[in-house]
């Protein structure tokens, strides 16, 4: 049987035909739909969980695998920053059953802070890396990757990107081998799972030794091979840069690497010294090509593609045809008539705040108010582009607490705060604000409570009474009670939607002479069960004056009607966006702006 | 000979859910498909892109510069960033709902006029559509089939039988909403005449 599916969603797949039992990560795009197809559609066989790191679901992992059963772990690329912690010793002790680490990266960084190139784990882990090219290969890696994980008794690396994690591609079903794995009584083999300096010592020449054994065998391995074409150009590459060099160079001789650490080292020579011109085709890092050198090969690569961005296949065909590679010449586009209009200067469309988000509000306050404010990954983060530009760094998460904590340190001549998401906190503002409470810091958390992880497509967290699907139940752990414990003394609690009361109570934490958590709490639009109907505004009211727009709501825009006084359009509500949550009438100084069924006016 | 086709819109529109079913419909009808999504942060209201290709084999999932089929435009601006991609004899169906983006509500920018778009569209393709579907679905009963309404529009264009799609299009859209997605596709079947 035939399926079209996402390469998460393959991944999900081949857990489930690999015999896996337990699957942990942390939500993070690219990587968030693995889990969750996992939890929908074979939540029998696999227990599923959102932990609330990447660390914590690594020792989880690793917990798991000790006990005997097939785990896979997943992350994004900077959630593998976090866990790698774990990973290191897992790489020396090695499990009772396969352990599966998969890694989404970002080339292009579409939802990333940065385009770190996480095929440097494996070789700072020294673990086999498998890099699959498209949904067939995501799911049969999973399968590969339990069985060399076995074999070799060492944690295995999947590595993704964007393009193959979120293409969708044809792929052949197969089955799951039958039963739970038996596990007897934990074992208790210190030698091999307590990583003290005396055992360490022991356990650091079996990697190497265990990382050499898969050297050779790489080798051997169908998912290298070489594809013989012309022979005066051969490409190494690997991942779904395959199929781009296919549609690019359908002519050219390929050493397609399914493995892409270690290397095939016997492999490489052959195909190298089969072709008049070699060439490493990679995303980001020059991995494979320095690797390549190494081996005292002749080579070319990051001298024809740059270490920044994809490499789709229209900029494959640019830089080799730079290079002098790709011979074949442009048509000038042909366009029908001669004179084709010119292309204007297209609007940009960033996103915005969803219509009914609850953290527009504090946003809104935050640039009135001119605050310094150090951001946190989420969300909340647009709250950094117009109109409202209110967030001042980002950059890890949960960096925002410790960064508000070093402000405080440095004795600014301003009041500041920072700005932090409900699962966010979970993750990594917990012990920035131990560190806060305990080093007598001062400065304003502002946690935005939405009671879901919201950016990565509506996860749970501890906060929640659900896990990974809305029909499990779960304990929800208190959020304020959390906050309270760690010792922070001035605490409030105060409805996102209500303008003028977040206004007053961030006030009162800001003349705080200490450490204070202000919680916005508002559900998101995602997760909210009572969304009200469109508002709408009286054009015989609005004056035309725009305050409305300073909340950056995607479902206000302008009428087709003006204010003669200013010459300015005056606004209007898209019923199909607005969800009623009443942010836009608080700001509006005239009552122009009414909720349904409230006013006679027209519109 | 690959079939690429482009879905683009504004996040939440159901631009997603459309390309899927256009995938799916390609392996249906016996061709190699593939589809690739941006995902993630787009869907606030941002741009969304998909690409769809059919085929014998097909490689990248991704189209080429100058190598697209068919358009299929949710909103006239997202329609214009795709010039480049489309081949001269090319059909766009654009569905005539714009949605200005908050560089336009808040006057940084200028939203393209209708002559330009027509301009633009009509010159870089063979056959150009620009018909105000969402208009059509509110009608109908409800603005989110107006994915399932343009996929009918295409489905008119193309060789497949049309109990490819509506086997397809039963598979992805929630049972309770089937009849107006039904009715929605049979509307788009007549919305080009």
New interface residues.
């Given amino acids: 049987m035939?399926e079209?599916l996402?390469g998460n969603e393959a991944i999900a797949r081949g857990a489930y035909e690999a015999g896996i039992e337990i699957a942990a990560g942390y939500p993070g795009?690219?990587s968030s739909e693995i889990i969750k197809t996992i939890a929908q559609k074979y939540g029998n066989d696999i227990y599923t969980e959102w932990s609330t790191n990447e660390k914590v679901a690594m020792d989880a992992g690793a917990g798991a695998a000790y006990s005997g059963r097939r785990t896979l772990v997943t992350t994004k690329q900077v959630g593998m920053n976090v866990l790698s912690d774990s990973l290191m010793y897992a790489v020396y002790t090695g499990m009772e059953a396969g352990l599966v680490v998969v890694t989404a990266d970002d080339p292009g960084m579409?939802?990333s802070q940065n385009e770190q190139d996480n095929r440097w784990y494996a070789r700072l882990a020294k673990i086999p890396l498998l890099e699959p090219g498209?949904s067939q290969e995501a799911k049969d890696y999973v399968i590969l990757a339990i069985k060399l994980s076995e074999e070799f008794d060492t944690p295995i690396l999947i590595r993704t990107v964007?393009?193959t994690s979120?293409?969708?591609?044809?792929v052949t079903i197969g089955s799951r081998p039958n039963g739970k794995a038996e596990i007897g009584p934990f074992k208790r083999d210190p030698a091999k799972y307590n990583c003290t300096a005396s055992n360490a010592r022991k356990m650091h020449p079996r990697v190497e030794q265990r990382i050499k054994e898969i050297r050779e065998y790489a080798d051997g391995l169908s998912i290298n091979r070489i594809e013989w074409r012309d022979r005066s150009l051969g490409f190494i590459t690997g991942g779904?840069l395959y199929?781009?060099l296919?549609?690019?160079f359908p002519g050219a001789s390929i050493l397609k690497l399914g493995m892409t650490y270690p290397l095939p080292e016997t492999l490489i020579r052959e195909f190298a010294g089969g072709v008049e011109q070699l060439v490493v085709l990679e995303e980001l890092d020059p991995v494979i090509e320095e690797q390549v050198k190494a081996m005292g090969i002749e080579v070319r690569g990051k001298d024809i593609f740059p270490p920044c961005f994809e490499l789709?296949?229209?900029e494959i065909?640019r830089y080799t045809r730079d290079a002098g590679l790709l011979k074949e010449t442009v048509p000038p586009?042909?366009?029908?008539?001669g004179k084709?209009?010119k292309?204007?200067?297209?609007?940009?469309?960033?996103?915005?705040?969803?219509a009914g988000c609850p953290h527009r509000s504090t946003f809104y306050l935050l640039k009135k108010m001119k605050l310094p404010v150090a951001g946190d990954i989420g969300?909340y983060n647009?709250g950094t582009l117009?109109?409202f530009e209110a967030q001042h760094t980002m950059g890890a998460m949960g960096a925002s607490v410790g960064v508000l904590h070093g402000m405080s340190l440095a004795e600014l001549p301003e009041n500041r705060v920072c700005t932090i998401g409900d699962s966010t906190f979970f993750h990594s503002g917990m012990a920035p604000l131990v560190n806060m409470v305990h080093n007598g810091s001062r400065g304003v958390v502002i946690l935005m409570d939405n009671s879901v992880t919201a950016?990565?497509?509506h996860q749970d967290h501890p906060g929640v009474d659900w896990a990974v699907i809305e029909e499990r139940p779960a304990k929800r752990v208190d959020l304020e009670a959390v906050v309270r414990a760690i010792g922070v003394e001035k605490v409030e609690v105060v409805d996102a939607f209500k303008i003028k009361e977040v206004e007053e109570r961030l006030k009162d934490c800001l003349d705080f002479d200490g450490p204070s958590v202000l919680i916005t709490r508002g559900e998101c639009i995602f997760v909210s069960r009572n969304p009200q109907g469109p508002y709408h505004v009286d054009l015989e009211k609005c004056i035309a004056c725009?305050m409305c727009?300073r909340v950056?709501c995607?479902a206000?825009?302008?009428s087709t009607e003006k204010n003669p006084k200013n010459n300015k359009y005056k606004s209007h509500i898209?019923p199909?966006?607005c969800i009623g949550c009443d942010v836009c009438r608080q700001v509006c100084p005239t009552g122009a702006i009414t909720p349904p069924g409230k006013s006679k006016g027209k519109e | 000979m690959d079939t690429n086709f482009l879905v683009v819109g504004v996040g939440g529109q159901g631009t997603i859910l459309a390309g899927d079913i256009l995938a799916e419909v390609g392996m249906a009808g016996g061709f190699d498909a593939k589809k690739s999504d941006i995902l993630g942060l787009a869907i606030r209201s941002g741009s969304v892109v998909s690409h769809i290709r059919w085929g014998r084999e097909v490689h990248s999932p991704m189209s080429m510069l100058g190598q697209v089929d068919y358009l299929l435009a949710f909103e006239p601006l997202e329609s214009l960033r795709m010039v480049e991609y489309l081949k001269p004899d090319s059909t766009v169906i654009v569905n005539d709902y714009p949605i200005p983006p908050v560089a336009v509500t808040t006057g940084q920018s200028a939203y393209p006029s209708r002559e330009q778009i027509d301009g633009m569209l009509s010159a870089a393709s063979g056959r150009y559509f620009n018909i105000n579907v969402t208009e059509r679905a509110i009608r109908l009963g409800n603005v989110k089939v107006v994915n399932i309404m343009l996929l009918g529009a295409l489905s008119g264009l193309l060789e497949l039988p049309v109990s490819v799609w509506e086997t397809t299009i039963e598979k992805y859209v929630p049972s309770k909403l089937l009849k107006v997605n039904t009715r929605a596709f049979q509307a788009g079947r007549e919305l080009l005449n």
């Fill in positions: 035939k079209i996402s795009t690219p579409f939802s498209d964007m393009r979120h293409s969708k591609s044809v779904v199929h781009y296919l549609d690019v789709l296949p229209d065909k586009r042909k366009e029908k008539s084709a209009e292309l204007p200067e297209l609007p940009i469309r960033s996103p915005v705040f969803c969300c647009l117009p109109p950016m990565t497509g725009h727009f950056g995607p206000i825009g302008q898209d199909t966006l």
